[in-house]
């Protein structure tokens, strides 16, 4: 199986789901899903030694070889470990769903083809090596995120929530789709390999900054860093699997995955990195303040992990620190990327079982309010157990793997201090201290989350559902992803070695040439010498003492203006835009087909103008004339008694006749010019459409809107104006064409090939099939969609009637 | 209103069948002589709008109870898929082919693959100027 197969191998089986989910009733499509994710991780496993040892692998596919795009799946250390998370995580999950959705009323078909497009692509977005196709699955993990936050789209929330993720992650895409191009320019390539190679030149060109700034954008609006933040609270609504899959432990990671992988290349910048440290600490902040005040379980994680997310950010940042240093402060500074993987792991599992505890007490109990919650500790105890398991690991309390990189990240803030260059004297303690509250506050809420849900007095006069313990099947997922919790505490150095190294070195080439070079070892205790130590310590304490009056401060947050909010901005943005884009169309879209063609007619009158005149091309040249025949003077005067007649006429019916003659006698024009395909046509056409008019002559509005007057001058006059405008244009161009021959006509390329080249004789009907048959491919599109829309506007206007009707019935 | 249609309804069941044949014969021959799918497809047209005005709109959607978007959208794929079937030979989108074959009745005959393209078109006309003028006959 090759690397590139693999990728799509999810869009693939995702073909022939929503004939299994018909056929087969009585299997639950999760099942058949579940395969999928199964081999991949046991695929992606089979490289695990091999990356290890420092190899890397690419398989490159030509997609747009005339353009030098291609798909190149590119597998080292990072690329694997997160391939590794998502078809991991991506098993559990589907396992969870299976149970999560009931097969008889839900849509599973969809569900499922949302779920492995999103797999693909995000399998996609951490293989590829080119910008472009990376930018094409990073969009691809936007679209399958709304499809699949929007799954329940009845429910508005849902949709509210849906297309707030997609503005915000695609406007964050097209920014970094800038900073790519500016990349590729810089570089003159697409690779990110060879941009890395050519970093210490590329950091001196004036656009550098543009392009770090426009990328990081993209990577903080994907993984919901402040102020980009917002979408992830609302997207919530999506079903508890997705939100445990895409918005907690991968898709929101892919931004983190992109500062990763850019490190090499931004890195010697320093702006990059300031900004991923500050945006990164702040984010923590600011989401593990507000996840206390949170009601909805979903919400308190989903504040938890824009924290979190905000943390590893942050390490990310310090760890590229180690670009600017010398010396034995490399790996001081490295020391925090390694952290970072690693923290990034922990959080996906135990995250990953959090979201579906959540889950499983909205399925039991009926609802997510923490408010009504409470007491099903006896009642659930093995939803207990594993909530219990997971909470403590995010709070960073030993014996779970959260303390081990709770501690690190600690560490690594307080490295900060040996960076001076930048006159950090004394402000470099804003950081380890920022840090420091906002693990309290994760403390709080972590246990805020599992003993106000699980203890406390059970309230069944609250609950829509009498409460009890999940089904068994439901369980294996978030206990896998517990038990993992708990086996990394115990030996974190297998993990490290098997998955984080290789990661560190690809994030950090300058210092580490193979994995085996990353000496870093994970340690429990570091000695009572240790400043993390009683930094842990404190943290115990305030927490503990802030989690027991919770009841009392919490009330504060009402004093929070909230007219200044984010959420605010963006809902105003939303309105402004769609109401001017409202007024703007309405402002020309009169709903009558008169002023459209006033339109169309005035361009077209002033374009040729323009042209004409600008390219000096008004030119009467009168010889070389052909004799006029008398026939052809008598259809003239047929042409012009009856043009005449359509002006003079108060009667539709004969002005729709009239009509027709012209075109009639136009015809006669092409069989006496030797053109009878456009004879033939013309008098085909001139017969349908005669029959079309007297079929819609009924619905026809009066022939002059005004009465006679001032209004039906002004209008007459416009009238007069545009057709003469045309007239005299039209005829201009003729008679200049005739006059010069600027070029060589191609009727003579035509004539030639024919033939010998095409295979016909009838030079239109080639011309129309096969020289320009892309116009006519285009064309029938066109009349397609106009005759879908005569449709739609038709039955609309027939149901409006029936509407109307029936009220007037009442 | 009802009146007595007699001599156009006897003549229209006689000339639909010309029409209708006469439409095949002008796409068919359209490749070396004049007409064409697009033509074709309009006499083809023309010729149920006679039907349509000899006898009257319920009727004839009785006598061919067609589906016209279906056969604007059979038409367009036709079209499609003939354009886009060459990227499969390795060549440019488009790419016509053509080659003669010996066939049973009507001898030595070139069969191109601009004929299948132009199959679509004659089925996506007909389908739409069928599809108008119904839907606007039929609304009151």
């Known amino acids: ?810 | 209103m009802k009146t007595n249609d007699l001599i156009i309804q006897t003549t229209t069941k006689l000339v639909f069948f010309i029409i209708f044949l006469f439409s095949i014969h002008i796409f068919f021959a359209g490749h070396y002589t004049p007409g064409g799918g697009f033509v074709g497809g309009l006499v083809m047209s023309s010729g149920i709008v006679l039907l349509m005005l000899a006898f009257d709109l319920k009727t004839v959607q009785d006598m061919l109870p067609i589906n016209y978007t279906l056969i604007t959208a059979i038409g367009l794929l036709i079209a499609l898929f003939t354009a886009a079937g060459s990227i499969f030979f390795n060549v440019p989108f488009f790419t016509h082919v053509y080659d003669y074959f010996n066939l049973p009745l009507l001898g030595e005959t070139s069969i191109h693959t601009a004929m299948f393209f132009d199959t679509g078109v004659y089925l996506v006309v007909v389908g739409v100027t069928m599809n108008i003028i119904q839907m606007i006959g039929g609304d009151e």
């Open chain 1, 1 to 810: 199986m090759s690397l590139i197969f693999a990728i799509f191998l999810p869009i693939i089986v995702a073909f022939v789901i929503p004939f299994l989910f018909k056929k087969v009733s009585n299997i639950h499509t999760g099942w058949f899903v579940l395969l999928v994710p199964l081999g991949l991780v046991a695929f992606y496993g089979t490289y695990i030694p091999d990356i290890m040892a420092g190899n890397t692998y690419m398989e490159e596919f030509a997609w747009i070889p005339s353009l030098d795009i291609s798909l190149v799946s590119y597998l080292d250390g990072l690329s694997l470990l997160f391939s590794l998370l998502i078809t991991g995580i991506g098993m559990l999950v589907v396992l969870y769903s299976i149970f999560y959705l009931d097969k008889e009323k839900e849509k599973l078909g969809n569900f499922y083809v949302y779920l492995l497009l999103f797999m693909s692509a995000m399998l996609g977005v951490v293989q590829s090596d080119h910008l472009i196709s990376l930018y094409f699955f990073w969009e691809l993990t936007s679209i399958s995120s709304f499809l699949l936050i929007g799954y329940w789209y009845t429910k508005d929330r849902s949709r509210f929530g849906a297309l707030k993720s997609m503005m915000i992650t695609v406007f964050g895409g097209l920014m970094m789709l800038g900073g790519f191009v500016i990349l590729g320019i810089m570089g003159d390539t697409f690779s990110i390999r060879e941009l890395i190679d050519q970093a210490s030149t590329l950091v001196n060109h004036d656009l550098f900054v543009w392009a770090l700034v426009l990328v990081l954008i993209g990577a903080f609006t994907k993984s919901a860093q402040f102020p980009f933040y917002i979408w992830l609270p609302d997207a919530m609504e999506a079903p508890t699997p997705v939100s445990a899959y895409l918005h907690s432990a991968t898709m929101v990671k892919a931004g983190l995955y992109l500062v990763a992988r850019f490190t090499p290349i931004f890195a010697l910048s320093e702006v990059w990195v300031w900004l991923v440290t500050g945006v990164g600490l702040l984010t923590l902040f600011w989401g593990s303040i507000f996840a206390v005040k949170q009601t909805d379980l979903k919400a308190i994680l989903a504040f938890s992990t824009v924290s979190q997310l905000g943390l590893i950010m942050s390490l990310l940042g310090i760890g590229s620190i180690s670009y600017h240093v010398t010396g034995d402060l490399v790996t001081t500074f490295t020391f925090a990327s390694f952290a970072a993987i690693f923290h990034l792991m922990n959080h996906a599992t135990f995250k990953g079982s959090l979201f579906m505890i959540a889950g499983i007490v909205d399925h039991e109990t009926g609802t997510r309010d923490i408010r009504k919650l409470g007491g099903l500790m006896s009642l659930m105890p093995i939803s207990f157990t594993i909530a219990m398991i997971g909470s403590f690991s995010m709070a960073g309390i030993p014996l779970f793997n959260g303390f081990l990189s709770k501690e690190m990240f600690l560490d690594a803030t307080l490295s900060l201090q040996q960076f001076n260059v930048h006159s950090l004297d004394s402000w470099w303690i804003l950081f380890p201290v920022i840090a420091w509250i906002a693990s309290v506050f994760t403390f709080v809420y972590s246990l805020y989350f599992v003993f106000h849900t699980f203890r406390g007095k059970y309230k069944p006069e609250l609950l829509p559902k009498k409460a009890h313990e999940a089904p068994l099947g439901m369980l294996v997922s978030p206990a896998i992803l517990a038990i993992l919790v708990i086996v990394i505490f115990f030996v974190p150095n297998f993990f490290g070695n098997t998955f984080i190294k290789p990661a560190v070195a690809a994030i950090q080439p300058l210092a580490y040439q193979v994995p085996a070079d990353v000496g870093f070892k994970i340690k429990a205790w570091h000695g009572f010498e240790s400043t993390a130590l009683y930094m842990t310590l404190g943290i115990f304490l305030i927490g503990f003492l802030l989690y027991k009056t919770i009841a009392k401060w919490v009330p504060l947050y009402e004093n929070m203006p909230a007219k200044i909010s984010l959420n605010r901005f963006y809902d105003g943005l939303m309105n402004l835009s769609d109401k001017g884009a409202n007024r703007l169309s309405s402002s020309y879209m009169t709903g009558s087909i008169r002023s459209y063609l006033i339109y169309m007619f005035a361009a077209l009158i002033i374009l040729l103008a323009f042209t004409m005149w600008v390219k000096d091309a008004f030119v009467m040249d009168l010889t070389n004339l052909a004799p006029i025949q008398f026939f052809e003077v008598l259809i003239s005067v047929v042409l012009i008694i009856s043009t005449i007649t359509i002006l003079v006429t108060k009667s539709r019916l004969t002005a729709i006749i009239a009509l027709g003659a012209v075109g009639y006698t136009v015809a006669l024009f092409y069989i006496i010019f030797k053109a009878p395909d456009l004879a033939l046509t013309q008098l085909v056409i001139e017969t349908v459409s005669v029959a079309l008019f007297l079929g819609a002559f009924y619905h026809l509005p009066k022939l002059n809107k005004y009465e006679k007057g001032k209004e039906d001058r002004r209008f007459r006059l416009n009238n007069f104006l545009i057709a003469l405008g045309v007239g005299v244009m039209v005829t201009l161009i003729a008679i200049a064409s005739h006059s010069q021959k600027l070029v060589v006509s191609i009727s003579e390329y035509y004539k030639e090939t024919v033939y010998s080249e095409a295979g016909g004789g009838n030079i239109v009907n080639v011309i129309l099939v096969d020289y320009r048959g892309f116009d006519t491919l285009f064309e029938i599109s066109v009349l397609t969609i106009a005759s879908l829309g005569i449709i739609g506007m038709i039955t609309v206007r027939l149901a409006k009637k029936k509407g109307d009707r029936k009220v007037e019935n009442k």
